[in-house]
């Protein structure tokens, strides 16, 4: 079993026109940059993009929304991106805002089979119109629905041929629960290594999960907000 592909090119030649998409990442960290710019270069159009945020004006998602290719965003954060803003006030980019709580549930329920959760957030606000509320215990909740991709692209620190995955700290965020809530799963990881070399019990996502895996060959390593010590 060798669920290795040549690259991301690759690797996206099943993603067609008006797919959802779950991409990984929170800000710029564990983003998956390669299978993104790979997306660029094909030219794929009308997406729904899931992801918590869109990136910034120059990397990531932030680069389909300059392409135009992103029809609809499913987010939670989107205040980095400047060209989103536009993008949405002039109305060529439909938009679905979710706290970040909620939009974490929505992908794990996803991939649990679960079709809809309640949740007390957003009750008595514009995100619960024309949802259904339900008291528990003296308390208002909206019932939510569940949330899958078609495809999920996903950055992991290490992998093998099989698809294991291993996420480096922070860079796990959405990537981890996402693997779990698309048809088709493509990883790009830092490492590509040989089959015993990550231990078992370290394992985050079993390959059970993954479609498809490939090292990328280069990694930005950005920071999005440089904060430096003051003079004193």
Sequence with gaps: MDKRVAGADAAIERVRDGMTILMGGFGVCGVPENLIEALQRKGTKNLTVVSNNAGVDDFGIGLLLRAKQIKKMIASYVGENKHFEQLALKGELEVELNPQGTLAERIRCGGAGIPAFFTPTGYGT?????????????????????????????????????????YRKTARNFNAVMVTAADYVIAEVEQLVELGELDPDCIHTPGVFVDAIFQGPKYAKRIERRTVRKKS
């Design 126 to 166: 514009m995100a619960a119109e024309g949802k259904e509320t339900r008291k528990f215990n003296g308390r208002n909740y909206v019932l939510v629905p569940s949330l899958r991709g078609d495809v999920a692209f996903i950055k992991a620190w290490k992998g093998d041929r099989w698809g294991n995955l291993v």
